[in-house]
T-cell receptor
Framework: GAGVSQSPRYKVAKRGQDVALRCDPI?????LFWYQQALGQGPEFLTY????????KSGLPSDRFFAERPEGSVSTLKIQRTQQEDSAVYLC???????????????FGPGTRLTVL | AQRVTQPEKLLSVFKGAPVELKCNYS??????LFWYVQYSRQRLQLLLR??SRESIKGFTADLNKGETSFHLKKPFAQEEDSAMYYC????????????FGEGTQLTVNP
């Protein structure tokens, strides 16, 4: 079956523009995660959803970052007034069960590479 | 706060040689530790986790709580092992996030 998909794969934005990044998790997966990966670094946690509930958003770097998953499937990460330091690969991952409870495997998408000029 | 350290950004070995990718962590509780791998032009994927005590593709990793380490080892490296490897930690209580190290790029030369 299809894995986690993300779109667009590449996004170039001018500083100050708003962007929206989409994640389609594996069908039926309860948990969804967003990570930010700067060049030469490991992924850094941004936020976690269990179905439509955003249970942890402690990793969002500023109030310019907003994520939603209104129907418990597709998720969108929105960045307002983009800054150069937002340039990174944004990774989405999903897992089949609530991650708090189990050590279920996170399946990662290919990522969206955001470049802010 | 929890932290994962991978001291080597680059590691190069010859085919058939043993390889060890180092991972140290700082966390006050009992963590769960993982190794993730990213092959060229592929997405990040789970390699192994400490609670399973499994060997995947010939790789093993033992959690050493005394030394707060979770080093990844393979006795005989293969060219197809060339990839970026990330060590990651999951907190026992909050459990909603993985904390990753900066990664080690392993190159296995013929």
């Amino acid at each position: 079956g299809a894995g986690v998909s993300q779109s667009p794969r590449y996004k170039v934005a001018k500083r100050g523009q708003d962007v929206a990044l989409r994640c389609d998790p594996i069908s039926g997966h309860v948990s969804l995660f967003w990570y930010q990966q700067a060049l030469g670094q490991g992924p850094e946690f941004l936020t976690y959803f269990q179905n439509e509930a955003q249970l942890d958003k402690s990793g969002l770097p500023s109030d310019r970052f907003f994520a939603e998953r209104p129907e418990g499937s597709v998720s969108t990460l929105k960045i307002q007034r983009t800054q150069q330091e937002d340039s990174a690969v944004y990774l989405c991952a999903s897992s089949s069960r609530p991650f708090r409870i189990s050590t279920d495997t996170q399946y990662f998408g290919p990522g969206t590479r955001l470049t802010v000029l | 706060a929890q932290r994962v350290t991978q001291p080597e950004k680059l590691l190069s070995v010859f085919k058939g040689a043993p390889v060890e990718l180092k991972c140290n962590y700082s966390y006050s509780g009992s963590p769960e530790l993982f190794w993730y791998v990213q092959y060229s032009r592929q997405r990040l994927q789970l390699l192994l986790r400490h609670i399973s005590r499994e060997s995947i593709k010939g790789f093993t990793a033992d959690l050493n709580k005394g030394e707060t380490s979770f080093h990844l080892k393979k006795p005989f490296a293969q060219e197809e092992d060339s990839a970026m490897y990330y060590c990651a930690l999951k907190e026992e209580t909050s459990g909603s996030r993985l904390t990753f190290g900066e990664g080690t790029q392993l190159t296995v030369n013929p």
